[in-house]
């Protein structure tokens, strides 16, 4: 999730809908839930009965509405009990990593690679609540607090950048979880991931899946949208203003106010109800730390990083990409959102699905709808 130029994200407009002007498409309907996809095969659907199937054509990209219900729900994991199972990595021999692992001790051994989820800008590995359980039925399931948030160390005077995030992970995967995995990333962290992707020389990445990727550690990344250009002037006073670390301080305190958070969550999700009392303490809970100031300037007046566009040619592993259709951070009509919406047509290895009524962070936001697309998803690459 990013929190840059709050104010301004807040108020960029919503596109509800995708319209797909390239190709035939393979059409599958769930009657019982209004659930539509289209791709090369109805590989979003969890095909059992109620689907009718009219094969009309070949594009990899799905649209799926909210189900009424999940077949393959888990419980939502308390914030406490993760933050007691959590584990310590010391990374570069001086940083403190919290990480979390999980999987299903009644399973003798996993149907598929391990899955590393990657949160984005202000969550930590609690964003996860909702999707953890579900993905360890089946899944070895590992998650990070990134540098600078979450439990992790948040070390002053640290520059903060993509590329740091980047081989974090690369070292994680490498030292720790030692196995080809599949990155599950939002926003940020799924900049993260493809960065690293792109930079593995082991093999060590199986897999992408991307939740509302991100086009930079910050707006600046993306000034080739209107909206921002409308408003580049003003972030760059907020950059600025930011540098002076009496006004960061005022700025910082206001923004992690409850009410604050509270109000930013409710405009950048589709379902109201996902927004309660634990999310916000999820987000303003490490927003208290020691260091936390200091991450929050460095990242918003940073550098953007490396751009998605010339990064994702790179990739011939398997990609995933869920887009919440409702989404302000990184709208679909956007320069990102549309270039994620033209990839399926241009490379053979990357499946899109647009969720309907979803904001930036999908797996939060409705995690039922992640995982009835999901979950087809890694079994195919299970079995690939």
Known sequence: MGFSSLAIAAELPLLCSLVNTKGERFLCQRRKHGHVCYGKKPIFCNIKSNITATATGSNNTATTGSPSSSSCGGKVLEIKEIEERCRKWIWKGQFSINYFVSFNSDSQSSPGPPLLLVHGFG????HWRRNIDTLAKNYTVYAV???????????????YTMEEWA???????????????VLIGNSVGSLACVIAASESSHALVRGLVLLNCAGGMN????VDDWRIKLFLPLLWLIDFLLKQRAIA??????????????????????NKESVDEDLVEIIRGPACDEGALDAFVSIVTGPPGPNPVTLMPRL???????????????PIDGPVGKYFSSLPSQLSNVSLCML???GHCPHDDKPDLVHDNLLPWLANLAAS
Do not use: C
């Not at 969550?123 to 609690?126: D, E, R």
């Not at 607090?145 to 520059?159: H, I, N, T, V």
């Not at 923004?255 to 958070?261: A, H, S």
């Not at 011939?316 to 990184?330: A, C, E, K, M, Y």
């Open 123 to 126: 969550a930590s590995i609690p």
């Open 145 to 159: 607090d990134l540098l600078g948030f979450g439990a992790s160390d948040k070390p002053e005077g640290f520059s």
């Open 167 to 181: 081989q974090l992970i690369l070292d994680f995967l490498d030292e720790v979880i030692q196995k080809p995995t």
């Open 219 to 222: 707006n600046k990344a993306i």
């Open 249 to 270: 301080s005022w700025i910082f305190e206001r923004v992690k106010e409850r009410d604050t958070l509270r109000n930013i969550l409710l405009s950048v999700y589709g």
């Open 316 to 330: 011939s592993i398997p990609i995933l990409v869920l887009w919440g259709d409702q989404d302000p951070f990184t």
């Open 356 to 358: 309907e009524g979803v």
